[in-house]
């Protein structure tokens, strides 16, 4: 293989792509939608969470004796009513935010009763639930007093030790899922360009020009890189434009603070999808080559994009019995395995033979497909006006017959 | 030695015998005319020289050894089924190509220059290849195949589309071709458009040769000893004259085999009463040739202008 005619069909395949309008609209209009879409909902949500005015305590029961504040200044700041109605008008002229009615039996039933002019705010709500416990705990140590009224963290760790997810920190896994989702669509949709551009050079006659200027694994390797290389420049830039979502959005939505990122993951993820995007691209573009119209290409692609997607339409049984065989088997499966494995991930510890196994049948099958890919792209690649038969497709890939 | 040597060829698809048996060679520095009717195996002849289809049985060398991958980008090859990439402009599709052949970009993009100036086409430099029209495009398509001055050109049908101006300008190319040495091969069936071109030739018909050499040998040796002439007054009997006809407004004379032409014309510009106003050698054109032979070995007139589809597709 001459890399030099390979980078060639690269650089033209990668350029005349990346040029279209769509493709330009899709990669950088979408990014910037999301970044002023999150920075609008992080400015209307903060706006909204931010509770500016005190809020009225009522203590019918007598359960608070000292009813003081907490010493974070950035708190919510609360201040006690004699009765019910006062706290009521104090919402009502909009002197409070809101106003908590502790029941005269409080004691015995824990009833308390909130109002509010609108939406009750959580941050209303979570602020009471602190000023309550500080007050409480009055009469304890300073430093009790502090942890009695904090939140705790609940942190869920595997046996194994080799997985965690807390409150706190559940996006940590939550994001990279998404973001090997969005991975995996970005490499299908990628792959399924490969049908589009063998059947592109059949329509347009340019194939036997090609043919007898470079070999068919030059070609195909040149285009199937441009293709991952397009699809990739996509995620660089969905990428770029999430980091910047996620720092607007962390400075705005306490959930999103103590993210970060889980490298690992993300590193186990383009591992897998790399043979696996070979592997679709490769029976792909065997597809465009055995048949001479898009649309019966695209019927045949459907074979390999559905089993693709199984994982996500079989997410439940992953989900709810994340080692079950089902799991196992979707493991193992080349084309199911990217997919299965990041969801997995999320949930449970996979053995390490399975990832071993599960690593090596991929590329095993990149290989193999990349190479049958060529084989029946030989034998269909000048076949305008009819589709190869199967038995063809059998004969090219045994042996080559032309 | 010879640059292309195909050696007892044959191929088969199917049911279809689309080769039988065809041997030619192929020098350096002349135009070799692979000619013969719409579906008699020329294109499958030339696909199995460029390795695209393997013969069923036969040799194949090119430029002294089994075809390879190295060996096309020294091969210049102008295919039937034309293409171009639509949707780039002119310039930027025709360097895509001429790289792909393993030139430079900035070599590959003077070459094509020079070409788009010969052709006529530089002001089209910068249109998108679907805004050409059809004589353009096929133009085009021949910078494709020159562009990388490669050593062995191959013109399937080199002038489908094209109008008498430009069939002009790329015969000059191949003219110039020759004469700088390379090889040409020229598949055709407009078998017309190319006698005055072709240095040897084979003709094909049905997947088998019938006919290879030297186009002027081949030519006498199917002119009979005739003459055509077209003179200004009664013609009468000529001396050694053994038959006369008229013929597309001149008249058709056999002369008998101790007759020479030169003697004829000698008569006849003797004779007071007339005026010669045309004199030639009666060869026979290489339509009239092809049907003389398939008759022969068939008893039937072919139909040259079958729409047969070739072999393959």
Redesign the interface.
């Known amino acids: 293989m001459?890399l030099?005619?390979v980078w060639?069909?690269l650089k033209?395949e990668y350029l005349?792509r990346v040029k279209r309008r769509g493709y330009l609209l899709s990669a950088l209009l979408v990014p910037l939608i999301i970044i002023v879409g999150v920075a609008i909902a992080g400015f209307l949500g903060a706006s909204a969470e931010t509770v500016t005015k005190p809020i009225a305590v009522v203590d019918q029961a007598g359960a608070l004796s000292s009813a003081e504040n907490l010493p974070n200044p950035n708190d919510v700041q609360f201040v006690a009513y004699p009765d019910e109605e006062a706290a009521i008008a104090a919402v009502n002229d909009g002197t409070v935010d809101a106003a908590f009615v502790l029941a005269p039996d409080y004691a015995t039933t824990r009833k308390v009763t909130a109002y509010s002019a609108g939406d009750l705010q959580r941050g209303a709500q979570d602020g009471f639930r602190r000023y309550m416990r500080w007050n409480l705990a009055a009469g304890l140590p300073e430093d009790l007093r502090a942890r009695a009224s904090d939140e705790m963290d609940l942190v869920a760790r595997s046996l194994d030790g080799t997985r965690e997810m807390s409150e706190s920190t559940w996006p940590n896994v939550v994001i990279p899922f998404i973001a090997a989702m969005l991975f995996f669509i970005t490499v299908i949709g990628s792959a399924s360009d490969a049908v589009r551009a063998v059947v592109d050079e059949k329509e347009?006659?340019?194939?036997?020009?090609?043919?007898?200027?470079?070999?068919p694994n030059e070609l195909m390797g040149g285009k199937i890189l441009a293709l991952f290389a397009v699809g990739m420049t996509q995620m660089a830039a969905w990428g770029v434009a999430a980091a910047v979502a996620l720092i607007v959005a962390k400075m705005n939505i306490p959930e999103l603070s103590h993210f970060q990122m889980n490298w690992s993951f993300l590193i186990l993820v383009l591992a897998m999808f790399l043979p696996a995007y070979m592997i679709t691209a490769g029976l792909l573009a065997a597809a465009g080559a055995a048949t001479t119209e898009l649309r019966e290409a695209q019927q045949l692609a459907t074979f390999v994009t559905l089993p693709s997607m199984l994982p996500a339409i079989l997410s439940f049984v992953i989900l709810t019995n994340p080692n079950g065989l089902a799991s196992t088997i979707m493991t193992l499966f080349p084309l199911t395995a990217p997919l299965t494995v990041s969801m997995r991930w999320a949930f449970t510890s996979i053995p390490i033979w399975q990832l071993v196994a599960s690593f090596v049948i991929l590329v095993a099958s990149a290989v193999g497909s990349i190479l049958l890919a060529a084989r029946v792209f030989q034998a269909g690649m000048?076949?305008?006006?009819q589709r190869l038969s199967w038995q063809e497709i059998r004969q090219a890939v045994q042996g080559g017959?032309? | 030695m010879a640059l292309v040597e195909v050696q007892h060829v044959s191929k088969r698809f199917g049911q279809m015998q689309a080769v039988r048996d065809v041997s030619l060679e192929v020098d350096q520095g002349e135009i070799f005319g692979l000619l013969g009717p719409n579906g008699a195996g020329k294109t499958t002849t030339i696909r199995m020289m460029l390795n695209i289809f393997r013969p069923d049985s036969g040799t194949i060398i090119m430029m002294g050894g089994p075809m390879n991958e190295d060996k096309k980008a020294r091969i210049g090859y102008l295919p039937e089924e034309r293409g171009l990439y639509r949707e780039l402009p002119l310039l930027e599709c025709l360097v895509y190509l001429a790289q792909l052949k393993g030139v430079e970009k900035a070599a590959a993009e003077k070459s094509v220059r020079h070409y788009l100036e010969q052709l006529d086409l530089a002001e089209s430099a910068n249109k998108k290849v679907k805004d050409l029209s059809r004589g353009m495009q096929q133009k085009a398509q021949i910078i494709a195949t020159v562009a990388h001055e490669p050593e062995l050109l191959i013109y399937d049908e080199p002038f489908q589309g094209l109008d008498p101006v430009n069939v002009r300008r790329v015969k000059d190319l191949m003219e110039e071709q020759r004469a700088s040495g390379k090889a040409i091969i020229m598949s055709t069936h407009q078998m017309n458009q190319v006698e005055a071109l072709c240095d040897r030739i084979l003709l094909v018909n049905r997947g088998e040769g019938v006919l290879y050499g030297r186009l002027a040998d081949i030519q006498s040796s199917f002119a009979g000893n005739a003459i055509r002439v077209q003179v200004e007054g009664e013609l009468g009997p000529v001396p050694g004259v053994l038959a006369m006809h008229p013929e597309n407004g001149a008249q058709r004379l056999t002369l008998d085999e101790h007759t020479s032409p030169q003697a004829v014309l000698a008569s006849l510009c003797g004779r007071p009463d007339l005026k010669v106003l045309g004199f030639e050698v009666a060869t026979p054109s290489l339509d009239d040739i092809f049907i003389s032979v398939v008759t022969d070995a068939s008893g039937e007139v072919p139909d040259l202008h079958a729409a047969a589809q070739e072999a393959i597709t």
């Open positions: 001459r030099r005619l060639v069909v033209s005349r347009s006659r340019t194939m036997e020009i090609l043919v007898t200027s470079i070999s000048l076949r305008f006006g017959s032309r």
